[in-house]
Nanobody, 123 residues
Framework: VQLQASGGGLVQPGGSLRLSCAAS????????MGWFRQAPGKEREFVSG????????YYADSVKGRFTMSRDNSKNTVYLQMNGLKPEDTGVYYC?????????????????WGQGTLVTVSS
């Protein structure tokens, strides 16, 4: 599975961005996809996830109500709509694919990762 993330950039506090992550290759047997982010000097942290079977979503408390994750099955693509961005949302955002069942909030259980896209929230 290959993942291509895009959509990052520089935005002012309160602004919006939409990230995309397109999957190609052997996309069958996907259990979930997730977005994680990593700020300088910090570990990768869970942002949001979507269960491929029923489309249900789950969010970190820090982004709940501001971010929305969605998918387009026909394009094997997931999106992360980010509104009300804050400086603490700054980081490299990675999308991942998890093939086995279980928790979706732990990065170590994901099987494939995209290259990351940088989001900078600053005035």
């Amino acid at each position: 599975v290959q993942l291509q993330a895009s959509g990052g950039g520089l935005v002012q506090p309160g602004g919006s961005l939409r990230l995309s992550c397109a999957a190609s290759g052997s996309t069958f047997s996907v259990y979930a996809m997730g977005w994680f982010r990593q700020a300088p000097g910090k570990e990768r942290e869970f942002v949001s996830g979507i269960w491929w079977g029923n489309g249900g979503t789950y969010y970190a408390d820090s982004v709940k109500g501001r971010f929305t994750m969605s998918r387009d099955n026909s394009k094997n693509t997931v999106y992360l709509q980010m509104n009300g961005l804050k400086p603490e949302d700054t980081g490299v955002y990675y999308c991942g694919v998890k093939r086995s069942s279980g928790t979706i909030v732990a990065a170590e259980f994901y099987d494939y990762w995209g290259q990351g896209t940088l989001v900078t929230v600053s005035s």
